[in-house]
Every structure is written in structure tokens, then in C-alpha cells.
């Protein structure tokens, strides 16, 4: 009996204890079902998911691009310089960002490298002297599938500048008179756009050079692109008519209507009329300069590249007799004298010149433009 009784409560026992374990099993911390576990695995995946975007602290192999507003000064009640922004990346940047075209980072670095895909504004606007921030802004453009579709391959780190609004100092005097005196070429061109104007303005742009325009409004119309790429790169828009008619010739309301219809053609392009007036062929009597209501600009150097047709007889001319201070005349309508003209650029450049517009080579040396006088060029006396 006793025996028995022993088993059995050891028996009993036993499955009391292992109920016992069973429950604290159960309620303890060390027990987790695989219910739990699929429920933190997927709480700590958002989570991460949610780190990544917000912080990027696991984009470890996040290309990284720096673009970084860089500086820069101008004194008070000048003219707002361009502000410009520098573009570094460490990264590899051969990474493709978008399989279907196969736009990679470099080409990304490219497009910020050119200008676009970013806005750089600061609140200084030179009336006051100071420090201002100069901002750099992403455009939606970049910034969206930067957030989205090339999140983890590359992001792109926007860093101000500043820019110093200064008080009118010796050193400004220095450069303004400096500036006065280096000598100065206004290159002209007539009767276009045309054709070959396009290649024309970017061999200005590519020099850092600018020139003036005399255009026919009907040839404004179709050449609006052109028009609008001298107003970018700082050359200046000249009326020439609106079909090259002789003024003397017409009456004035008919001199009027030609020279308004180009202003107007112009204005609607850039927003401005023309600043200079060129009479075709020169032409000019009392009724033309009463009735104008515009500076008439003529030129102290004649190519004669109309005539001639021939590159380097045009640059050769030029070459021959050019001096500080002169106006040249050509016709871009002429692929010939477009040439000549992207020849002279670098020549007169490396002999010191510097080709300006016909208004900046006027005020650089002291002249006002008049309405209704003539201009053939500007010396320093
Ligand atoms: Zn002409």
C-alpha cells in the first residue's frame, strides 16, 4: 500500500509541476510565441524603414553631392552679381539613377554643373550693406526623385553662401576709373537675326564678350530664341526697322510705325524695347532726327563684309583698323561674316580689348545718349 501510495504521489506531483512550468512558461519573458516575433519583426522593419528616409543614417552607400552657394561681394546700389554654386561628389558616380535612360550621377552632377536643377536667391538685395545669406535650392525636379526613386543611391547636401553688400570704397573708385580706361571695342551687327546669329552668340557667351544687335522686327519674329539669348548673356537689342526701308524717304508716321513695330516685337520677347537705334543704311536727315525718339548709333568702322563676302578680308579690315573706343560694323546675317566675327572675338580679346556693348562702351566714357543725336563712337578724350 504504501509503495502505492508513494507512485502515485510522486505521479501527481510530477504533473503538478509540469502544469506549473507550463503556465509560468507561459506568462514568463522568456517565452515568446511566434505570433510575438512576427509582430516585432515587422514593428522594428518600419522602424528602420522610417530611420532610413528620415535620417539616412543607414544609407551607407548613399553617394553624397555637395553643392555649396559660394560667396560674394558687390557695393551698394550695384547691380546684383550671379551667384554661383560649386558642385564636389567623392562618390561613384557612374551609378545609374534610372535604368531606362541610363541617367547616371555624373549626368546628374553634369545637369548641376550647367545650372539647372537648383535656385540660389538671397534676401540682400544691394540697397542696404551687409552680410546676407545667398540660399541654394533644390527644384522640384531633383528633389523629388531624390526623395523617392534615388533615395538610396544618392542624395544632395546644399550648403549657403553669403553675400556682402559694401560701402562704396577707394578700391571701387580705383576699378570704376581702371574700367574707364581699359580699351573697349562695340561690335554690331545688322539686318538680322538670322540663321547663323545662334553661333554667333555663343561664341560671345563662351568669350565672356558682348555685342549689339540692330535687328529687323520682321526677322525678330522668327528668330525669337536668338533674341532671347542676347538678352541672357548681357548683349544689347538695337532697332534697325522693321524692313529696311530709307527714312528720309517715308513719311513720319511711317518712320514711326517701322520703328515702333520692332520695339514692340522686341519688347514682347524680352520684356524691353531696343535701348539704340541704327537708321538703315545710315540714312539720317533733320526730320529723322527730330522724329526718332531714340540715340542713333553709327559706327567708325565699316567691314563692308556685305560686299565682300569674304572672312578674312572682314577680320583683316578690322585687324587694320581698329582702335579703343570704335564701332564696328558687320551683318550676322552672313555665315561668312559670322565667322570673321567669331575669329575677331579672340583675336581683339588677346590684344587687350574688351568687346562691350554699345551702351557700356558710351557710359564707361562719360557720354550720355541722347534722343534724336548720332553716335559714331565713344573715345576717352
Ligand atoms: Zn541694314
Not at 562695340?186 to 565672356?208: C, I, Q, R, S, V
Request: aromatic fraction near 8%; proline fraction near 3%; include cysteine.
Amino acid at each position: 500500500m504504501r509503495k502505492y501510495n508513494l507512485k502515485k504521489r510522486f505521479k501527481r506531483a510530477r504533473a503538478r509541476s509540469r502544469a506549473m512550468a507550463r503556465r509560468r512558461r507561459k506568462h514568463s519573458i522568456n517565452y515568446i510565441s511566434p505570433m510575438k516575433i512576427g509582430v516585432v519583426c515587422v514593428i522594428a522593419f518600419l522602424v528602420m524603414i522610417f530611420a532610413t528616409r528620415a535620417t539616412g543614417i543607414f544609407k551607407e552607400n548613399v553617394v553624397e553631392i555637395n553643392l555649396t552657394a559660394q560667396d560674394a561681394e558687390m557695393y551698394i546700389g550695384e547691380d546684383k552679381p550671379v551667384f554661383v554654386a560649386e558642385v564636389s561628389c567623392e562618390g561613384d558616380t557612374e551609378i545609374i539613377l534610372d535604368e531606362d535612360t541610363g541617367f547616371t550621377i555624373q549626368n546628374l552632377i553634369d545637369e548641376l554643373n550647367s545650372g539647372t536643377g537648383y535656385t540660389l536667391e538671397s534676401d540682400g538685395d544691394g540697397s542696404e550693406t551687409g552680410e546676407y545669406e545667398i540660399k541654394a535650392e533644390l527644384t522640384s525636379a531633383v528633389s523629388t526623385p531624390l526623395n523617392t526613386d534615388w533615395f538610396d543611391k544618392v542624395k544632395i547636401n546644399t550648403k549657403p553662401g553669403t553675400l556682402k553688400v559694401k560701402e562704396i570704397d577707394e578700391e571701387y573708385m580705383a576699378s570704376v576709373e581702371a574700367k574707364k580706361n581699359r580699351p573697349m571695342i562695340a561690335l554690331t551687327f545688322d539686318d538680322g537675326p538670322g540663321k547663323y546669329t545662334m553661333k554667333l552668340l555663343d561664341a560671345l557667351e563662351e568669350n565672356h564678350a558682348q555685342a549689339t544687335f540692330f535687328m529687323l522686327g520682321q526677322n525678330v519674329e522668327k528668330y525669337e530664341d536668338e533674341v532671347a539669348k542676347m538678352k541672357e548673356i548681357g548683349c544689347e537689342l538695337g532697332n534697325h526697322s522693321y524692313d529696311h526701308p530709307k527714312f528720309p524717304k517715308l513719311s513720319v508716321d511711317e518712320m514711326k510705325a517701322e520703328i515702333n513695330n520692332t520695339n514692340g516685337a522686341i519688347e514682347a520677347i524680352t520684356g524691353e524695347p531696343a535701348s539704340v537705334l541704327r537708321p538703315p543704311y545710315g540714312l539720317i536727315n533733320e526730320e529723322v532726327k527730330q522724329n526718332v525718339e531714340m540715340p542713333m548709333i553709327l559706327w567708325s568702322i565699316d567691314t563692308l563684309d556685305w560686299k565682300t563676302k569674304d572672312t578674312q578680308a572682314t577680320i583683316d579690315h578690322v585687324l587694320a583698323n581698329v582702335s579703343d573706343g570704335d564701332i564696328v560694323l558687320m551683318h550676322d546675317i552672313y555665315e561668312t561674316s559670322v565667322n570673321a566675327a567669331i575669329e575677331l572675338i579672340k583675336k581683339l580679346q588677346d590684344q587687350g580689348y574688351y568687346l562691350v556693348t554699345v551702351s557700356e562702351l558710351a557710359a564707361s566714357r562719360g557720354y550720355e545718349l541722347v534722343k534724336g543725336e548720332k553716335y559714331f563712337g565713344f573715345y576717352n578724350e
